[in-house]
């Protein structure tokens, strides 16, 4: 639209021109196939961009690149052995998809689980959070820009894998929760060091702060670019991080509290601007309440001692019948949905992935920005391909 | 007369080589100032720490399989290159060094090198257009963009000095700087210069014809093997010309005392490279309609309110 805008529609000039373009030069819109091979689609992800200079007209999502039939494949494992399938969903969180499986099964089952092991789940789960929204700020930056933000966040996320190598022995899929608790207690020393981790982070976090917070590009980028009301996006499906963005009071932690968050005293992340600056704004204040959750866990893990796992039957057999439990996931609503016969074998079992929820409110956000704003767009909703294509 | 043809010659032979020198070595440099300063070592692996790492790049490149798109326009995707990286050296002749280390001395130094770096940036043009592709023709196009942007308040920018040393030399320039730094009398220039400057080296924060992550690699995006390599240097040479500018224009040449001459001109060049280097580990990137209005409706109206400054401080005194 850049060439009608320096045109001046109120004049006759302008008129003429007009008219005469559109009568001689037949225009046409561009197609620009961005991804799955793109720098900034954030794995396989591909959008068709439909062009006119380089404000965007339409936009259509293309998914599926990483498609195992995760949930096809469910239906042929037992459910202990379907769990470590779910640290591929979003495999930069995997405690989180973890704890969605185990709280699914849980309530089907109706087991019990130990205090202790409640609250490392909470912590685990917590330390996902930061280490999660630590490679979303990373690459974020890194698309609009600013590099060094993103090599001051792996830093930090660095510090988290090794807490959970030293918790599980794994960085990426953990697979530490079990039905029933979790595979073993914490190691010596964790505590000290997750420690250490809680006393850093503040100040890290103020790093990020001074290179991106004011800087006035990264105003400019972010500021008032793609604004999403919160009814809209409520309409969309949008959860997590994203719809708190736009003022809407919705975290499941806080809405319909699982496991042990209820105890804890931490404040949801709002803010009013609707844009990729507000979304980065909560996501900044996420995590310094995650880790404030972490500490308190810390404080309690302490003194509390007990099992870590509950009394579990040999061979996992829920009773009939069908489940569904969420978890505020560092994406949004992660939900389990689960349809028992019987068997040691869900009979069904169906994920509601965050991501590719939030991911349907591209197009609406991008109509009619530009081509730079559609990066700044994905990198602010954080998707993670793992858990669109399942 | 065929003496001072050899010695032209010879001095050409010298600036050349150590401009291409520099220009791998700047890389190298970037590389290691950026990896420092985003917690990383940089190259390490390639001899003493990586010091041979651009040889190695170089020859890489040298030994690559050199592809030309279906749908290209095959000459001008040749000619880009060539004209791009020419450009970038050919300035080099009218800078001077030292009060008498240069290739010529041109009485239109300032025009010659505001004139050929537009040219170079056509070069950008070219490359996107023939390249066939549709990510290279947004590089180029953007490229155009840039050039009326930036080319516009680059050239006001000088003006001011322009004005005070009354010369296009650019030895005389930097004559005219014996007592005073022209920065002290043009710090609103300079800083519109340093900023014009950015723009014409697509540099963060206005790189935006390469754009990496909205572009892949912009208008060089098909290109490979020397091809890009002839892109690369010329975008570091375009840094060297451009911070040699800003010496000559500003920081008064190779004025300074004890040390000689050439070693002041290169302090003051390095000290620039090294800003360059240092905004880009620090800030995210403009989108290009925002460089735009920075350039039209804010750095232009600065750049001719300070001619027009400029020009009434001169009748008073």
Redesign the interface.
Known sequence: MMEKGLMDKGSVEGQVTEDLMRDTLKTREMWLNMGPQHPSTHGVLRLILALEGERIVDTEIVIGYLHRGMEKLAEAKTYPQFLPYTDRLDYISSHAMNFGYVLAVEKLMGIEVPERAQYIRVMMAELTRISSHLIWLATHALDIGAMTVFLYCFREREMILDLFEMACGARLTTSYFRIGGVAHDLPDGFIEQAREFCKIFPKKAQDYDDLILKNRIWLSRTVNVAKISGEEGLNLGLTGPNIRGSGVYWDIRKDEPYSNYDKLDWEIAVEHGCDVYARYLVRLKEMRESCKIVSQCLDILEKLDGPVMAKVPKVIKPPEGEVYASVEAPKGELGFYIVSDGSPKPYRLKIRAPSFANLISVPTMVRGHMVADVIAVIGSIDVVLGEVDR | MAQELVLVVIKMIVVFAVALLIVAYLTYFERKI?GH????LGPMRVGPHGLLQPIADGLKLFVKEDIVPHDSDRWTFYFAPILNLVCALVLLAVIPFSYNFMVTRLNIGVLYVLSLASVGTIALLLAGWSSGS??PI?GGLRSAAQIFSYEIFLGFSIMGVLMISGSLDLVKIVEAQSKVWNIVYQPVAFVVYVIAALGELNR??F?LPE??????AGFHTEYSGFKFAYFFLAEYANMIVVSCMAVILFLGGWKGPVLPGIVWFLIKMCAFFYFFIWV???????????FMRIGWKIMLPIALANIVVTGVVMMLV
């Open positions: 950026i300063m985003q917690l990383r549709k990510y947004m963060v924060p790189d754009a990496e992550n909205e572009l892949v880009r580990a620090t800030f995210p990137r403009y989108r290009y309609d925002q």
